[in-house]
């Protein structure tokens, strides 16, 4: 984040802080005027940077979204896994992955609801 109108005052940089800081705290859209410039490559660049550090491969970043690397067909090295068949592994994946939401989501809804959702 640049200001390219002109040279902030102390008192305004002390502004300007506090503002970007409670924009990206909250989570809100970045508002701002034809005087700032806003360059996300950075970020995008640190985040690729860290990747690359990490040398993460298709089962690293599926495991950071939660997703089982087989199912998106990841090449696991050094590891076999196998299945009976596909309604094994699908059934598998319903238990161990969607079940606990579905769970959390009829909970809620029996404790707010007096039947569960159909």
Same mark, same amino acid.
């Given at each position: ?8 005052? +102390? ?56 997703? +089982? ?30 079940? +606990? ?14 039947? +569960?959702v159909s």
């Amino acid at each position: 984040m640049k200001h390219t109108g002109r040279v902030l005052q +102390p008192k305004e940089i002390d502004t300007a802080k506090q503002w970007y800081r409670d924009v990206m705290s909250n989570g809100d859209l970045l508002v701002h005027g034809k005087d700032w410039e806003y360059d996300m490559i950075q970020a995008q660049q640190a985040g690729v940077e860290w990747l690359n550090a990490r040398q993460a491969t298709v089962p690293d970043i599926a495991r950071f979204f939660g997703c +089982p690397s087989d199912l998106i067909d990841a090449a696991v090295s050094g590891q076999n896994i196998t299945y009976a068949n596909m309604t094994q592994r699908n059934l598998e994946f319903l238990i161990m992955y969607l079940g +606990p939401a579905v769970f959390k989501r009829e909970r809620i809804c029996r404790n707010c609801c007096s039947s +569960p959702v159909s």
